[in-house]
């Protein structure tokens, strides 16, 4: 259990981190979520001890991090940036952190095996791809088989993949009763592996819930028809009491429904229909929506460029909605797990 | 806390796996015996070209340690580096995450550093005296000479305490580039000529190279040189009291800000 209290810290006139108070708990996946420049690396070293708060503290298990005999056996972290000596190689780069924690060496081999680095275990560091640095980073993080484990942004540099692999991996040191904490700027690559979320936007708390009730209040499901007979089929559903939204593309976008009511319905009356699925909001909508306000380095869109995020109030684009498959109620992603998560919110259009 | 004999361990660990280790000892070494010997064998062939003073204060000992003024600047890479390499590579704060007793970790690295350093000192002295006087010839001494044996362990020290100096400057600065920036000019040259200016040579004495290059003369004025205010150990004293307040400079700057 990691316990923040009154986290703070300036630099200089910049609060990064903002009277942060939360905890982080076993047996559990906690996400830890902000858009850029939010204050997640700068906590997370915070709670390493390498940044000195401006005020408040960080508790593990009831310890400073200093307090912690051979830390790498207690917790395990990997940082955002490079942290590895790029001329020595990968077995020798775990070796020395092994040894300062009395860990064997035997474990080195071990974790360069977990996460795949055996092949190149003595070619320099500095040769590495991106994700090859990223799983070195996350081997050193396991040197100690550590009942607490920090990634900071783990999926950034991995292949599809390795993306999967450390999503299972996260899952799977959580369900052996760990506390993991990691960071993104992705709900929907939470929403495939946290439990809990702790949102922060220019270093304030802003939400701290379970994944679970995050996706209850957040996440909007509905049926969208699309129908060559579109103003019979408006009638059809105004009779029957269901209130229609015109959506882009001719499309109708119906809530409090399901698949079967309006299928059965639309047959009953003979409409003929082109579309009938049922559709899951992106919970990335709902995570813009509550960072709006604190989001720091937006991007403006030139030629071709990205939509600016949408503000608070923003209807439901269809730029944010989700093909769900066609008449399939409930579909939900490859490889998903969690309950109630989102399908394909990874193919946010642009 | 943290164990220091594992600590001390991974330290060794990583000094031996770096390639800037084996480069920066070797060049300490072969420079300075080298360059030594080349100017032991001109003197001998010149020596009669010498002035009447120099020839006076003639000290074969300190002769053979001539190329320490270009080896040491070896031995300030490889002190520079082997702290520097930590910030630059960012592995810092994964030695910190492992190691979060900041002084624990500052002393094992250097204390590992330092005596690798001084081994090879010692090591580059005494090769460099040998050589040295056998090329000297008849003008040559031996170890067994008044003052020579402690000039030779002088010199091997003077090498170590110049690299733990560099180790402790950049645990201040943090960032190699910086330092040998600093440093490099600083020993090469900045101290070599404010010695040889008048008034300004009343501070440049004091110099940590300076006063601890002392050590290495067995003739006092050895070649001409002024008389110094201080002897042989008081000069390798100014010299351990520069490493003393640059490690401590160092610590404290590693202790207090943020990594
Ligand atoms: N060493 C530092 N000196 C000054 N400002 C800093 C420093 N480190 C971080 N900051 C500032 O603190 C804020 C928080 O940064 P931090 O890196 O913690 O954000 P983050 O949530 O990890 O962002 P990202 O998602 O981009 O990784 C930023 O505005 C950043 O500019
Ligand atoms: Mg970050």
């Known amino acids: ?208 819930t379970s994944m679970a009730d995050f996706i209850h209040e957040n996440s909007r499901s509905y049926v969208r028809l699309r129908s060559p007979q579109q103003e019979r089929l408006r009638d059809v559903l105004h009779q029957e009491g269901f209130t229609a939204v015109e959506a882009d593309g001719g499309t109708l976008e119906i809530d409090g429904a ?80 969690t309950p109630g998560s989102v399908d394909g919110t990874e193919n946010k259009g642009a | 806390m943290a164990s220091v004999p594992a600590v001390l361990n991974s330290e060794w660990t990583k000094i031996r796996t770096v390639s800037s280790t084996t480069w920066t000892l070797i060049c300490a070494f072969a420079v300075t015996v080298a360059m030594s010997a080349a100017l032991c064998a001109l003197l001998n062939a010149t020596f009669d070209d010498l002035s009447e003073a120099e020839q006076a204060t003639f000290d074969p000992t300190l002769v053979s340690f001539s190329g320490t003024v270009l080896g040491q600047l070896a031995m300030v890479v490889f002190g520079v580096l082997v702290v520097g390499t930590e910030y630059s590579s960012g592995m810092i704060r994964t030695s910190l995450a492992a190691v979060p007793q900041r002084g624990t970790l500052l002393f094992s690295k250097i204390t590992v550093a330092g005596v690798l350093a001084l081994v090879v000192g010692l090591l580059t002295s005494f090769v460099s005296f040998f050589l040295g006087q056998a090329l000297l010839g008849d003008r040559g001494t031996d170890l067994g000479a008044d003052n020579v044996l402690r000039a030779v362990v002088g010199a091997g020290l003077y090498m170590g305490l110049i690299a733990i100096f560099s180790m402790g400057v950049t645990a201040m600065l943090r960032s190699s580039m910086l330092s040998l920036g600093i ?65 401590l400079g160092g610590y404290l700057v590693l202790k207090n800000r943020d990594a």
């Open chain 1, 258 to 337: 399901t698949t079967e009511e309006l299928g059965e319905l639309a047959a009953r009356h003979q409409v003929v229909l082109h579309e009938l699925s049922s559709q899951r909001a992106s919970l990335e909508e709902a995570f813009m929506q509550m960072t709006a306000g604190s989001v720091e380095y937006h991007a403006h869109s030139g030629p071709g460029g990205a939509e600016p995020p949408p503000t608070v109030g923003a209807g439901w684009g269809e730029g944010w909605q989700q093909p769900g498959g066609t008449a399939a109620p409930g579909t939900t992603a490859p490889g998903t797990t």
């Open chain 1, 1 to 208: 259990m990691i316990e923040l209290e009154g986290l703070t810290k300036r630099f200089g006139s910049k609060v990064a981190v903002d009277h942060l108070t939360c905890q982080v708990r076993p047996g559990m996946v906690t996400g830890f979520l902000g858009p850029n420049g939010a204050g997640k690396s700068t906590t997370m070293r915070m709670m390493l001890d390498l940044d000195n708060p401006t005020s408040g503290t960080v508790r593990i298990d009831g310890k400073h991090y200093h307090e912690l005999q051979e830390p790498l056996k207690y917790i395990g972290a990997l940082l955002d940036a490079k942290s590895m000596h790029g001329g020595r190689s990968a077995y020798n780069n775990l070796l020395c952190l092994a040894q300062s924690n009395r860990i064997p060496s035997s474990r080195v081999d071990e974790v360069l095996d977990t996460v795949g680095l055996s092949g190149v275990a003595k070619k320099k560091s500095k040769g590495f791809s991106l994700g090859m640095g990223q799983r070195l980073g996350i081997a050193s993080a396991l040197l100690g088989d550590p009942e607490i484990l920090m990634f900071d942004e783990p999926v950034n540099g991995l292949d599809p993949e390795g993306i999967h692999w450390i999503r299972n991996l996260m899952k799977a040191l959580a369900a052996e009763g760990r506390t993991i904490f990691v960071s993104s700027h992705l709900m929907s690559e939470m929403a495939l592996t946290a439990d809990h979320l702790i949102v922060i936007g220019q270093g304030r708390l802003l939400a701290d």
């Open chain 2, 183 to 247: 440093l490099v000019p600083f020993f090469f040259l900045i101290s070599q000529i404010l010695i040889a200016v008048p008034y300004a040579k009343d501070v440049a004495r004091y110099f940590p190279d300076q006063a601890g290059s002392k050590i290495m003369q067995v003739v006092p004025e050895a070649m001409g040189s002024d008389p110094s205010p201080y002897g042989p150990w008081a000069g390798l004293g100014i010299m351990v009291a520069w490493v003393v307040a640059a490690v």
